[in-house]
């Protein structure tokens, strides 16, 4: 067990509770989850930085590494889309200052997640992850392009932001600061990045699968 296998299987035990904290009612859980949930993505790049970098890449590596990453973006989707579509805020103290979903907040109105962008993203990760397999079993390796590094970059922000929100939102409704001035401009910060940062991950993700297709598909066709 070399360095950075070690540390791509840190981010798959951090996943569960990254998953879990956002359903809780405190603003410190939710913050801690936000925490978790940077420290993983942070990790994502150094763990392959430090394989290739020291000359560790292993076979369990291979593995390890693109399990990790399916596992935290169905770790953070689930509570995203629940907490920005059905769920209902509720204090501790039993109130319910909030009694609609956690909304990514804009100068043009709440925006939440949708649940056909959730299945366009998981959708895209799993025909990818088929795809792959199809190839590497014929001995061609499909290599990470452009566009879908984009993709996973935007994609850690509009997380992000949605973690983010969650945590700041929930302490704003406990101080009360939903009134404030500074409050609100955080808030449409916050929500515009997190909108344009999901626009741009989805459309990236539907690009990147195009140029796969296009690269590749009729020789993974032929091999099937």
Known sequence: MNLPNAITLGRIALTPLIAWLPFTTSWTARLLAFLLFTVAAATDYWDGHLARSRNLVTDLGRLLDPLADKLLLVATLIPMYWLQRHYTFVVPDGTVPHPTPLLFQTPFGGVSLPLWIVL??????????????????????ISAIGPAKWKTTFQSVWQGAAYCWFFAATLAAREGWESDGAWKAFAYFNGVVGVISMVAAVLLTLWSLWLYLRRYGRQVAQMV
């Open 120 to 141: 366009v993203v998981l959708g895209r990760e799993a025909f990818m992850t088929v795809f792959r397999q199809i190839a590497a079993r014929r001995g061609l390796v």
